[in-house]
Nanobody, 121 residues
Framework: QVQLVESGGGLVQAGGSLNLSCATS????????MGWYRQAPGKQRDWVAL???????NYADSVKGRFTISRDNAKNTVYLQMNSLKPEDTGVYYC???????????????WGQGTQVTVSS
């Protein structure tokens, strides 16, 4: 079964750091883009960090300079290093991958289950 497993969320004080991990299934092939999205309570889900298969990265203005997206191909894992966390960073963080499985000819979106990040003031 296709699965993205996220971990690393938790409760942290403002100014602290967290490192989120997303372990991806080897069933997902021809990955085009991967990234992290955030959904705060009562708000829509918005992207915070994206990476193409070629390594190009983009960051939302609200996290630029504080968050870093990276990947380890050998471990099939995507990471989000979050530094200088603010209360506004509180929300559920989702891993996202665009790719294919099995005999599919089109790329589709795959999402993790989400991991809660809470930043206290």
């Amino acid at each position: 079964q296709v699965q993205l497993v996220e971990s690393g969320g938790g409760l942290v004080q403002a100014g602290g750091s967290l490192n989120l991990s997303c372990a991806t299934s080897r069933s997902i092939v021809d990955i085009n883009t991967m990234g992290w999205y955030r959904q705060a309570p009562g708000k829509q889900r918005d992207w915070v960090a994206l990476m193409t298969s070629g390594g190009t990265t983009n960051y939302a203005d609200s996290v630029k300079g504080r968050f870093t997206i990276s990947r380890d191909n050998a471990k099939n894992t995507v990471y989000l290093q979050m530094n200088s966390l603010k209360p506004e960073d509180t929300g559920v963080y989702y891993c996202w991958i665009s790719g294919r499985v099995g005999i599919m000819r089109r790329s589709v979106d795959f999402w993790g289950q989400g991991t809660q990040v809470t930043v206290s003031s």
